[in-house]
T-cell receptor
Framework: AQSVTQPDIHITVSEGASLELRCNYS??????LFWYVQSPGQGLQLLLK??????LVQGIKGFEAEFKRSQSSFNLRKPSVHWSDAAEYFC???????????FGQGTELSVKP | GAVVSQHPSWVICKSGTSVKIECRSL??????MFWYRQFPKQSLMLMAT?????????EQGVEKDKFLINHASLTLSTLTVTSAHPEDSSFYIC?????????????FGPGTRLTVL
């Protein structure tokens, strides 16, 4: 079955600290992987995506993610979190299915001053 | 970047009435749009795929007679919740793809909060 698992429902980090949000996927074909961020009142914004090539992907707002095929993971990282990063983060997987995406349950990030 | 809008942002209706939600791609043409439903503190669940000029493709378990989707132009898709009931209360989100290639990005609207009394 195709699925995405984000093991952490809620994470709290201090401002300036590093961040890693976990994402594991199950997908029968070549996966295309995405991280989106959702802030209240705003639509999901694409942070970064991986289709092929370099397994370390750079995104917007200082985020990066690393695709590890052997671990079926696509974890999101940021070296220094800002208070404005507090939001809900979704990992998603898609493939050659007309653009359909499967989303994880989301991880809510809180940032302590 | 590409912008997708939704209207209305929120709507409250009485049980038994129908509600229409619009999804527009403002600065690009979208052959394919998607409709999602999101419950509080939960993930986005794909309801249907909307292709311009053809019938929508619904995901398993989604009632197509309940959730009518019309993709009348390359920039507009509408979702009509017919005979809405309290259990239809949810956050509905649309997205639009910039193309048909597997690497084309999906852009999301801000969502519509539906409350059925």
């Amino acid at each position: 079955a195709q699925s995405v698992t984000q093991p952490d429902i809620h994470i709290t980090v201090s401002e300036g600290a590093s961040l890693e949000l976990r994402c594991n996927y199950s997908y029968g074909a070549t996966p295309y992987l995405f991280w989106y961020v959702q802030s209240p009142g705003q639509g999901l914004q694409l942070l970064l995506k991986y289709f092929s090539g370099d397994t370390l992907v750079q995104g917007i707002k200082g985020f990066e993610a690393e695709f590890k095929r052997s671990q079926s993971s696509f974890n999101l990282r940021k070296p220094s979190v800002h208070w404005s990063d507090a939001a809900e983060y979704f990992c998603a997987v898609g493939g050659n299915q007309g653009g359909k995406l499967i989303f994880g349950q989301g991880t809510e990030l809180s940032v302590k001053p | 970047g590409a912008v997708v809008s939704q209207h209305p942002s929120w709507v409250i209706c009485k049980s038994g009435t129908s509600v229409k939600i619009e999804c527009r791609s403002l600065d690009f043409q979208a052959t394919t749009m998607f409709w999602y439903r999101q419950f509080p503190k939960q993930s986005l669940m794909l309801m249907a795929t909307s292709n311009e000029g053809s019938k929508a493709t619904y995901e398993q378990g989604v009632e197509k007679d309940k959730f009518l989707i019309n993709h009348a132009s390359l920039t507009l898709s509408t979702l009509t919740v017919t005979s809405a009931h309290p259990e239809d209360s949810s956050f509905y989100i649309c997205s639009a793809r910039t193309g048909q290639g597997v690497t084309d990005t999906q852009y999301f609207g801000p969502g519509t909060r539906l409350t059925v009394l």
